[in-house]
């Protein structure tokens, strides 16, 4: 038996290292491709290109939040964090959906600004179109790659990751049709391509922060009706009732009241709480904790 969970414990680690590996490696790719950009926004003066290199530094961003859970969110419980320690995730996630809200701001406010009062056109050259192509390339490569390694490492994390920077090439398609637009001399075409890639940047941040919001405020996570379906189907329980759950939806915290004969012995009543729990988190399996309070059947706490 402890063999077995030993060899379960090695492989949960060398997942993780090899996940790591991967969010490493991408991370580099998505930090070239926005010093790329950057670079060159502030050479030319493209509010469309310096926009969407703030859309690369979140790629970026979100490469380090998946270093930061897989490193320290899913470290074990320990005596100071016993609920262990995933909102390091939640406050990596809050701070970059706030940063990259204030950015969207600024960007839309000179966009705005460009459009209205008007300034000078940006530069464009074939190094621009080099840096946009090169860069869209980069993130084709990135978006098989990563989506790849999602399926041989069966990593969700990745496999969402990997489908967010596959839709980036959407958005730098756009960059690359604003910026022809703009060298053709359609001087509006920079700052609309910048506010459309705002909008998209702003989606972003808003999903961050909503996905987060609601952790620190502890929304439930999972549904209490399952949770009840599942906890009645088990012998011995008569009714359940006050489920609540708190965390992430991949890592929930669950705690509920079973309602059991009152003439039940002690050890009967535990046996009954350990099937209730095995079963719950064998159907539920984002549940990482479960709390149950037994009580009598016939004089059960108030309660939801």
Do not use: C
Not at 113 to 125: E, F, N, Y
Not at 238 to 267: F, K, N, P, Y
Not at 273 to 283: I, T
């Amino acid at each position: 038996m402890e063999t077995g969970s030993s060899l379960d414990e090695a492989e949960r680690i060398a997942r993780s290292r090899a996940v790591r590996r991967v969010l490493l490696f991408i991370l580099v790719l998505n930090a070239v491709v926005f010093a790329a950009k950057a670079v060159y926004a502030v050479w030319s003066g493209s509010l469309a290109i310096a926009s969407d290199a703030v859309h690369s530094l979140v790629d970026a961003a979100a490469n380090v939040i998946g270093l930061v859970v897989l490193r320290f969110a899913d470290a074990p419980p320990d005596q100071g964090h016993p609920y262990g320690h995933r909102k390091l995730e939640v406050v990596a996630a809050s701070a970059i959906g706030v940063s990259v809200g204030i950015a969207a701001v600024r960007f839309a406010w000179d966009a705005i600004d460009a459009l209205l009062v008007g300034r000078a056109a940006p530069h464009t050259s074939a190094l621009g179109f080099a840096v946009i192509g090169g860069t869209w390339v980069v993130n084709l490569i990135v978006a098989r790659y990563e989506g790849r390694r999602a399926r041989e490492l069966d990593s969700a994390f990745l496999a969402a990751d990997a489908s967010h920077t596959a839709s980036d090439l959407l958005v730098t398609a756009g960059v690359a049709a604003s910026f022809t637009a703009t060298y053709f001399g359609a001087d509006w075409a920079d700052p609309v391509g910048a506010l459309v890639i705002i909008v998209f940047i702003g989606r972003i941040a808003w999903g961050i922060l909503k996905a987060n919001v609601t952790v620190l405020i502890d929304r439930a996570v999972v549904d209490p009706a399952q949770v009840a379906e599942v906890a009645r189907g088990v012998s011995g329980v008569e009714d359940v009732h006050r489920v609540r759950s708190r965390g992430t939806e991949g890592a929930a915290q669950l705690d509920l009241h079973l309602l059991i004969d009152g003439d039940v012995a002690l050890r009967e009543a535990h046996a009954i709480a350990h099937q209730v729990e095995a079963r719950l988190r064998s159907a539920i399996p984002a549940i990482v904790d479960v709390t149950i309070h037994m009580e009598p059947a016939d004089d059960p706490e108030e309660g939801l």
